[in-house]
Nanobody, 115 residues
Framework: QVRLVESGGGLVQAGGSLTLSCSAS????????MGWYRQAPGKQRELVAT???????NYADSVKGRFTISRHNRDDKVSLQMKGLEPDDTAVHYC?????????WGSGTRVAVSS
């Protein structure tokens, strides 16, 4: 089993910045993909950004140029720096770890952006 603990959500004004962090513990394999998904009210959960232990990065088109994902493999930690936040970024953001056929989710951290 893997446990994911998120931190860093909050309320900001449009144009502001936030950094989300997620730490993984438990049976974390040497190769995995960690990242962030989000779910806005009334919408499906969607990809925000992911990064593998081999540094392969994937961003949603809507966040390219504004968000930066990074990870610290030694600590099994991933961070998401979010700049230029927009009201459409308002959502619960979930940390995800994918290894083998298993996917693990954090409990989510809320990001709210006011206009």
């Amino acid at each position: 089993q893997v446990r994911l603990v998120e931190s860093g959500g909050g309320l900001v004004q449009a144009g502001g910045s936030l950094t989300l962090s997620c730490s993984a513990s438990g049976e974390v394999l040497s190769f995995n993909i960690m990242g962030w998904y989000r779910q806005a009210p009334g919408k499906q959960r969607e990809l925000v950004a992911t990064m593998s232990t081999r540094d392969k990065i994937n961003y949603a088109d809507s966040v390219k140029g504004r968000f930066t994902i990074s990870r610290h493999n030694r600590d099994d930690k991933v961070s998401l720096q979010m700049k230029g936040l927009e009201p459409d970024d308002t959502a619960v953001h979930y940390c995800n770890l994918h290894q083998g056929i298993q996917r693990y989710w954090g409990s989510g951290t809320r990001v709210a952006v006011s206009s």
